[in-house]
């Protein structure tokens, strides 16, 4: 049962033009989440975050949305850049099973940016 | 700040024999640690939840007695890998739970041959 779904496997964006990453959840209880950037064979890097109190965190280039009522949250990046290219995790935390540190992690998206 | 420093970044070892990975947080204490691990084009799985001073907690399907986790003190965690086995070729990351996020270590590529 995945909890943390992010349905496109892959993106590819011009630079300067903005990214838009998609991320839906399935599980009520969870109440924070995250977006990391990962590059192969490297520790995730954390990003941006948002509770689910808010419904837009904005830092820098990047921007998060989370819609409570569809359980869907976006990563939006603008302008993209090359250096962006990575694979980004939607995780979140929170639910049943105890410690709410725990983070439940999608699958990945691969976010390409040409030049 | 919040940084974390995993060790090794890769190892190769032969079957049978026992690994231990290290994670550290550099700059803050962290009672709470966390070991995943990641298949190739796969998710991060949540392999154990590591509290200082007392037994991890292990999530389902994870063998404990396989994946021996030890959290002796706020700033170390350590994954040893018993009998490794080929099939437990995988990266493996750990990540601790700072204040306001979790921050993650760089991750340790092993490969049993």
Not at chain 1, 25 to 52: C, H, Q, R, V
Not at chain 1, 78 to 96: E, H, I, K, L, N
Not at chain 2, 91 to 110: D, E, K, M, P
Request: charged share 15%; with cysteine.
């Amino acid at each position: 049962d995945q909890q943390v779904k992010q349905n496109s496997p892959s993106l590819s964006v011009q630079e300067g033009r903005i990214s838009i990453l998609n991320c839906d959840y399935t599980n009520s209880m969870f109440d924070y989440f995250l977006w990391y950037k990962k590059y192969p064979a490297e520790g995730p890097t954390f990003l941006i975050s948002i509770s689910s109190i808010k419904d837009k965190n904005e830092d820098g280039r990047f921007t998060v949305f989370l819609n409570k009522s569809a359980k869907h949250l976006s990563l939006h990046i603008v302008p993209s850049q090359p250096g962006d290219s990575a694979v980004y995790f939607c995780a979140a935390s929170g639910g049943s099973g105890g410690s709410n540190y725990k983070l439940t992690f999608g699958k990945g998206t691969l976010l390409t940016v040409n030049p | 700040g919040a940084v974390v420093s995993q060790h090794p970044s890769r190892v190769i070892c032969k079957s049978g024999t026992s690994v231990k990975i290290e994670c550290r947080s550099l700059d803050f204490q962290a009672t709470t640690m966390f070991w995943y691990r990641q298949f190739p084009k796969q998710s991060l799985m949540l392999m154990a939840t590591s509290n200082e001073g007392s037994k991890a907690t292990y999530e389902q399907g994870v063998e404990k007695d396989k994946f021996l986790i030890n959290h002796a003190s706020l700033t170390l965690s350590t994954l040893t890998v018993t009998s490794a086995h080929p099939e437990d070729s995988s990266f493996y990351i750990c990540s601790a739970r700072g204040i306001v996020w979790t921050t993650f270590g760089s991750g340790t590529r092993l490969t049993v041959v």
